[in-house]
C-alpha cells in the first residue's frame, strides 16, 4: 500500500506569513494527490485536486506543486480563517491513503 | 447539487456489527467512474480511509481492517453501506461517506461503541 508521510505535524504561524505544508508519497502517484482543509466539528474540504488544481471556491492564495515524489501546499499570505487542519491524500490506488495531517495554528 | 448523508445506529456495544448507510443524490453509482468511500475519524485524530467501492462493483479494503469490513451499494435507491463486525472501543469515531476521493463529503455520523 501507498504510505503518505506529512509534515510538519503542527505548524505555529501568523497571520501574513507564507507557509508550506508537505507529503511524500511511498510510491510514485502521478498527481494523484488532493489537499483538504478541515475545521473543527465540520467534514472536511476539498482545496487542490490533480496536485496543482484550486478546488472551485478555493482563494487564489492557496496553491499546489509537486517534485517528484514530495506534494506540497502553500498558503502565500495566511488569514484567520485558514487556521485549521490539512490532509493529503493519495488517490491513484484504492484503498485512498491520507497523510496524517497538519495542525495549522496561530503563533 | 451533489448531496450525501450518513447514518448508522449511533452507539452499540463491543463485539456487535456496525451497519452505516450512505444516502446520496445529484449523482448515480452506476455512471462509469463514479466511487462512494468511507472514512472515520476518532476524536482528536487523523483522517482514516476504510474502504470504496466503485461503478462497477470493484471494491477495495484498508488492509488494517479489512478482515472486518464489506462494503456495497444498492444503485436503485442511490446508497452505499458499510458493514464493521467486532466493534471495538477503538473503533468509536465519526463515520464519513465521500464521493470520488473526497470531492463532496457527507456530514459524517458518529458512532460510540460502550458497553
Known amino acids: 500500500d501507498i504510505q503518505m508521510t506529512q509534515s510538519p505535524s503542527s505548524l505555529p504561524a501568523s497571520l501574513g506569513d507564507r507557509v508550506t505544508i508537505t507529503c511524500r508519497a511511498s510510491?510514485?502517484?502521478?498527481?494523484?494527490l488532493r489537499w483538504f482543509q478541515q475545521k473543527p466539528g465540520k467534514s472536511p474540504r476539498l482545496m487542490i485536486y490533480?496536485?496543482?488544481n484550486l478546488a472551485a471556491g478555493v482563494p487564489s492564495r492557496f496553491s499546489g506543486s509537486r517534485s517528484g515524489s514530495d506534494y506540497s501546499l502553500t498558503i502565500s499570505s495566511l488569514e484567520s480563517e485558514d487556521m485549521a487542519d490539512y490532509y493529503c491524500?493519495?488517490?491513484?490506488?484504492?484503498?485512498?491513503?491520507f497523510g496524517s495531517g497538519t495542525k495549522l495554528e496561530i503563533k | 447539487q451533489v448531496t450525501l448523508k450518513e447514518s448508522g445506529p449511533g452507539i452499540l456495544q463491543p463485539s456487535q456489527t456496525l451497519s452505516l448507510t450512505c444516502s446520496f443524490s445529484?449523482?448515480?453509482?452506476?455512471?462509469?467512474?463514479?466511487?462512494v468511500g468511507w472514512i472515520r475519524q476518532s476524536s482528536g485524530k487523523g483522517l482514516e480511509w476504510l474502504a470504496n467501492i466503485w461503478w462497477n462493483d470493484d471494491k477495495y479494503y484498508n488492509p488494517s481492517l479489512k478482515n472486518r469490513l464489506t462494503i456495497s451499494k444498492d444503485t436503485s435507491n442511490n446508497q452505499a453501506f458499510l458493514k464493521i463486525t467486532n466493534m471495538d472501543t477503538a473503533d468509536t469515531a465519526t463515520y464519513y461517506c465521500?464521493?470520488?476521493?473526497?470531492?463532496?463529503w457527507g456530514q459524517g455520523t458518529l458512532v460510540t461503541v460502550s458497553s
Open positions: 510510491q510514485d502517484i502521478g498527481n494523484y
Open positions: 465521500a464521493r470520488n476521493a473526497g470531492a463532496y
Open positions: 445529484g449523482f448515480s453509482l452506476s455512471t462509469y467512474g463514479m466511487c
Open positions: 491524500l493519495q488517490s491513484k490506488e484504492s484503498p485512498f491513503t
Open positions: 490533480g496536485a496543482t
